[in-house]
């Protein structure tokens, strides 16, 4: 009795299925990650300008934001301006980037204390965060 060898049959198609789910599944997890990472932590009402700039920096800029009401935020943490000093005084930068967010009702007294705390611990380069105006 002789066998006749039998062979797997090749595979057709590749069911593509599986594929499809996770790559969806991925595509979910960037769009829900990318619309935290565009928007702000802290919602200002930035101040309008018809003339800026757009500045890219090699590093990451430190980041000072102040509220309507006269809260401080360093990098999306809240301090107090006597906290905010010793944490000027401690940045080992020799030029850090130092961006100030304010909101457009924010006392301009409050802009000029963090101002001047920068300059008393010899930082006296800033850029301010305004919305453009759109025509």
């Known amino acids: 009795m002789r066998?006749?060898?039998?062979?797997?049959?090749?595979?057709?198609e590749i069911n593509m299925t599986p594929f499809v789910d996770i790559i969806l599944v991925i595509l979910v997890i960037f769009m829900v990650t990318a619309t935290f990472v565009t928007q702000g932590k802290?919602?200002?009402?930035?101040?309008q300008a018809t003339s800026s700039e757009n500045r890219k920096d090699d590093v990451k800029?430190?980041?000072l934001s102040l509220s309507e009401s006269g809260e401080l935020y360093y990098d999306d943490v809240i301090i107090s301006?006597?906290?905010?000093?010793t944490k000027v005084a401690q940045i080992n930068?020799?030029?850090p980037h130092i961006v100030i967010r304010s909101d457009a009702k924010t006392p301009f007294e409050y802009v000029v204390k963090v101002i001047d705390i920068c300059k008393k611990n010899h930082i006296s380069t800033f850029a301010i965060q305004t919305a453009r105006v759109t025509p």
């Open 61 to 63: 800029p430190i980041t």
């Open 3 to 12: 066998r006749n060898p039998t062979y797997e049959s090749d595979i057709a």
């Open 93 to 95: 930068q020799s030029d």
């Open 42 to 47: 802290i919602p200002l009402n930035l101040p």
């Open 81 to 85: 301006m006597e906290d905010l000093d």
